[in-house]
């Protein structure tokens, strides 16, 4: 099912004939990397499936006119990766939250969210990251957790490499140091 | 051993959320479902006056705009100051003072005030006519007081 490539399934995509059945198999094929790259950043897996809809409805609405200068992962990543933040930053305007306390309110979920199952170590990770700021949050996750190349993460956050990997240095050392004051 | 290396010793890579079961199974169809609904919500309104809801806010604002302009409009007229003479007459109402004390008022003055009129006259000649003219006498002055009557077409 998941054998077309991002190319065969773009030109499905761009037939009438085939444009649903294409944008179908587009979802199973990316939906579970994004999914998981959505959750990290807003936590609740409620509001992680609020989000996964409303990147691919975007998806849907701008794939058409995907002109193939960057890869199709990257580009539905930095979708993905802008609608995770804009959900944040309404969940701020919404409840006239500053942002240290978004980042108290993502613990809670953490505590409180029906879908979270891991072991101690694997929570305190979690709040360690939650203490990041946003951006190293995310640039953190994804070399971590998803081991992305550098150049595609620069593709997707529109960042320097250089500026990543300080990114990550910096995020890897608060880090390691939250762990070992425990 | 690098510090990255010891957070994953430590705490591995594992992510410690979960989904509900069946839901990478169901969430095609339900993403579907939504373009769908919002595809045939935006044919219908296309096909039922679309501009209408394209140039929604900005009816909305000029709306606003209008009621404001009626409202102001109406707050003018209602608080305006109202002439005691009749509206009709303010254009050619004329008042002059002749004399600023009786004692020095002489007839020759109010003769020559009548002759040298001052007043512009919207009203042609012949309508000049049919002027009622006052005179008034009070304790300190005079006053000539012209009224026109209300002249019908």
């Known amino acids: 099912m998941n054998s077309y490539s991002d190319r065969e399934l773009l030109e499905m995509f761009r037939n009438c004939e085939t444009k649903n ?18 959750r990290k950043i ?15 409805l975007k998806v849907w609405g701008g794939l058409e006119s995907f002109r193939e200068d960057s890869q199709l992962f990257t580009w539905l990543y930095r979708i993905a990766t802008n609608e995770a933040l804009t959900f944040l930053k309404k969940k701020k305007t919404k409840f006239l939250l500053p942002l240290v306390d978004v980042e108290q309110q993502l613990c809670k979920t953490l505590e409180s969210d029906p879908h979270i199952d891991g072991d101690e170590l694997q929570i305190k990770l979690q709040q360690a990251i939650l203490k990041l700021p946003e951006k190293q949050r995310i640039v953190f996750n994804m070399k971590y957790y998803d081991e992305m190349k550098y150049e595609d993460m620069s593709d997707v956050l529109g960042t320097s490499v250089g500026a990543l990997k300080a990114s990550f240095h910096h995020a890897v050392k608060k880090i390691e140091k939250f762990l070992e004051e425990d | 051993m690098s510090e990255k290396e010891k957070i ?3 705490a591995g890579r594992e992510l410690p959320f979960s989904v509900p079961d069946g839901y990478f199974d169901n969430l095609p169809a339900k993403i579907q479902a939504r373009i769908q609904a919002e595809t045939s919500a935006s044919e219908t309104v296309t096909e039922n006056g679309g501009w209408v809801v394209t140039f ?4 909305a604002f000029a709306a606003g705009f209008a009621f404001m302009a009626v409202i102001a409009y109406f707050g003018y007229y209602l608080s305006r100051p109202v002439s005691q003479h009749n509206s009709r007459h303010v254009g050619t109402d004329y008042v002059e003072i002749v004399s600023r004390s009786i004692s020095d008022f002489e007839d020759i003055d109010l003769y020559r005030s009548i002759e040298n009129r001052k007043k512009q006259d919207t009203i042609n000649e012949a309508t000049r006519e049919m002027y009622h003219r006052y005179y008034i006498r009070s304790n300190n002055c005079i006053t000539i007081i012209d009224e026109k009557k209300e002249i019908q077409p």
């Open chain 1, 21 to 38: 059945y294409a944008f179908n198999l587009l979802m199973r094929k990316y939906q579970e990397r994004l999914y998981w790259h959505i």
């Open chain 1, 42 to 56: 807003v936590i609740s897996h409620d509001d992680t499936d609020d989000v996964i809809q409303n990147t691919f």
């Open chain 2, 8 to 10: 994953e010793f430590k």
């Open chain 2, 56 to 59: 929604r806010s900005q009816l």
